[in-house]
């Protein structure tokens, strides 16, 4: 791709995935309990669902040439990597989004910022920084009117965050490098085309500890489509929960490869009118000896990294937590707590049959850890909520799992793993 340097080619490397809520997380507070963190897991996860509702909403109200637009924000994702900028290298921290294209971070000189504990990166320091100019191709993969060229032809993207949020800043090519850079292992990425954000306008809580975003959506502005062709045009991450005391693993390239018995695979679909996401086609779901089907074909389930919780619509959740209540027989509570549907009491203990998610071409067994979280006093609360917007598949159904996405080959695997030791 013309965005790297093609004397630098990292076939393949690693980076650790940190839960925000772990103990090794810059985020931990040892003060909150667990059903606390939990529920303001599901929380994020909702406000996930939520604005990629709002997307979906904006998109068919305006022409399909408009309609990119990145959801995420700084400190509503799950897990965080460190990366660094400029040289010399600045270490960030960011959120990994497989549902958002544009890398960024805060810049200086800056109108308005949202507090981080971490100087603003200050691109006049940087001796590999370059402005991308207005008639470059870089800047001509954002939507027209969601560009604008400065005074001296710099290119400035504007991105919306919801109704009330935005970012405005400069388009920026710098290195970006992962790993130590202390003498230790490391990548270099030359040339990688970021943002540099000047005006931040959040409406909602951001932690001082995050600083940007790293995107690896689907959209040609992304990082792994800035170096599909160096890594095979591949990538994969294996996902562990915050109660563990290990790092997950996001990995490009040839170590992404999953092989084994029970690897399975099944296609990789885009859209146009949401470009920077993955969409898998979820044909049922299995709840022991009994499936429900969608009757769908068309890519009707977002597969994210960024929510803990799945987000079923909401005609195919009524009759999916039928089916469960039929297989369990156990009674639920009557006051789930909020933002939980179905809980249950005493559930650590009690026998649950494997749930099935029936992807085109591919059964992925998801089991009792995956489905269902544990709050307190022996409450265990599932993990799938409805929405009256498009299902997503959330990063707690894929805990355990290597999932690989080889964007060449047009598909998504599934390799179950022991993601804490892997």
């Given at each position: 791709m013309f965005f790297v340097d093609a004397s630098n080619k990292p076939n393949s490397f690693s980076i650790n995935l940190i839960h925000r809520d772990s103990s090794m997380s810059p985020l931990y507070d040892s003060s909150k309990t667990l059903a606390e963190l939990v529920r303001n897991a599901a929380t994020r996860s909702i406000s996930r669902s939520n604005r990629l509702d709002f997307s979906i909403d904006r998109n068919e109200s305006s022409s399909p040439s408009s309609s990119i637009e990145t959801i995420i924000v700084p400190d509503h994702g799950e897990y965080l990597m460190k990366f660094s900028i400029g040289t010399p290298a600045i270490e960030r921290l960011g959120i990994f989004d497989t549902g958002s294209d544009l890398t960024w971070v805060q810049c200086s000189p800056c109108k308005s910022c949202f507090p981080q504990d971490a100087p603003l990166f200050d691109p006049t320091q940087s001796?590999?920084?370059?402005?991308?100019?207005c008639e470059s191709q870089p800047c001509k993969l954002i939507p027209e009117n969601q560009r604008e060229c400065g005074n001296s032809r710099e290119c400035y993207y504007i991105q919306q965050y919801g109704e009330n949020s935005i970012t405005i800043g400069k388009l920026g090519s710098?290195?970006?490098i992962f790993g130590s850079t202390g003498g230790g292992q490391s990548v270099t990425l030359t040339e990688s085309i970021f943002g540099c954000g000047m005006y931040n306008n959040f409406t909602f809580e951001i932690s001082s500890k995050a600083s940007g975003?790293?995107?690896?959506?689907?959209?040609?502005?992304s990082l792994v489509s800035q170096i599909g062709d160096q890594i095979a045009n591949k990538f994969s991450y294996c996902m562990v929960p915050f109660t563990s005391t290990s790092t997950g693993?996001?990995?490009f390239g040839n170590q992404t490869m999953v092989s084994g018995?029970?690897?399975v695979s099944t296609p990789l679909i885009t859209k146009p009118s949401l470009p920077s996401y993955y969409f898998l086609n979820l044909e049922?779901?299995?709840i022991g000896q009994k499936t429900i089907q969608t009757s769908q074909t068309d890519g009707n389930m977002v597969i994210d990294s960024v929510p803990i919780l799945t987000h079923l619509e909401q005609r195919f959740y009524n009759d999916f937590i039928s089916s469960v209540k039929e297989a369990i027989n156990v009674e639920s509570v009557e006051d789930a707590p909020s933002p939980f549907d179905f809980c249950l009491r005493d559930g650590t203990n009690m026998s649950v049959p494997d749930f099935v998610f029936h992807f085109t071409g591919a059964d992925v067994v998801l089991n009792k850890k995956n489905m269902f979280i544990p709050l307190d006093n022996n409450l265990v609360c599932m993990t799938v909520l409805p929405t009256t917007g498009i299902s997503i598949f959330g990063n707690w159904a894929q805990?355990?799992?290597q999932v690989e996405y080889d964007l060449g080959g047009k598909k998504v695997s599934f390799a179950p793993t022991d993601c804490s030791s892997n």
């Amino acid at each position: 791709m013309f965005f790297v340097d093609a004397s630098n080619k990292p076939n393949s490397f690693s980076i650790n995935l940190i839960h925000r809520d772990s103990s090794m997380s810059p985020l931990y507070d040892s003060s909150k309990t667990l059903a606390e963190l939990v529920r303001n897991a599901a929380t994020r996860s909702i406000s996930r669902s939520n604005r990629l509702d709002f997307s979906i909403d904006r998109n068919e109200s305006s022409s399909p040439s408009s309609s990119i637009e990145t959801i995420i924000v700084p400190d509503h994702g799950e897990y965080l990597m460190k990366f660094s900028i400029g040289t010399p290298a600045i270490e960030r921290l960011g959120i990994f989004d497989t549902g958002s294209d544009l890398t960024w971070v805060q810049c200086s000189p800056c109108k308005s910022c949202f507090p981080q504990d971490a100087p603003l990166f200050d691109p006049t320091q940087s001796s590999t920084y370059m402005d991308v100019p207005c008639e470059s191709q870089p800047c001509k993969l954002i939507p027209e009117n969601q560009r604008e060229c400065g005074n001296s032809r710099e290119c400035y993207y504007i991105q919306q965050y919801g109704e009330n949020s935005i970012t405005i800043g400069k388009l920026g090519s710098d290195s970006i490098i992962f790993g130590s850079t202390g003498g230790g292992q490391s990548v270099t990425l030359t040339e990688s085309i970021f943002g540099c954000g000047m005006y931040n306008n959040f409406t909602f809580e951001i932690s001082s500890k995050a600083s940007g975003i790293v995107g690896l959506g689907a959209g040609p502005l992304s990082l792994v489509s800035q170096i599909g062709d160096q890594i095979a045009n591949k990538f994969s991450y294996c996902m562990v929960p915050f109660t563990s005391t290990s790092t997950g693993k996001l990995k490009f390239g040839n170590q992404t490869m999953v092989s084994g018995n029970g690897v399975v695979s099944t296609p990789l679909i885009t859209k146009p009118s949401l470009p920077s996401y993955y969409f898998l086609n979820l044909e049922g779901i299995s709840i022991g000896q009994k499936t429900i089907q969608t009757s769908q074909t068309d890519g009707n389930m977002v597969i994210d990294s960024v929510p803990i919780l799945t987000h079923l619509e909401q005609r195919f959740y009524n009759d999916f937590i039928s089916s469960v209540k039929e297989a369990i027989n156990v009674e639920s509570v009557e006051d789930a707590p909020s933002p939980f549907d179905f809980c249950l009491r005493d559930g650590t203990n009690m026998s649950v049959p494997d749930f099935v998610f029936h992807f085109t071409g591919a059964d992925v067994v998801l089991n009792k850890k995956n489905m269902f979280i544990p709050l307190d006093n022996n409450l265990v609360c599932m993990t799938v909520l409805p929405t009256t917007g498009i299902s997503i598949f959330g990063n707690w159904a894929q805990v355990d799992f290597q999932v690989e996405y080889d964007l060449g080959g047009k598909k998504v695997s599934f390799a179950p793993t022991d993601c804490s030791s892997n």
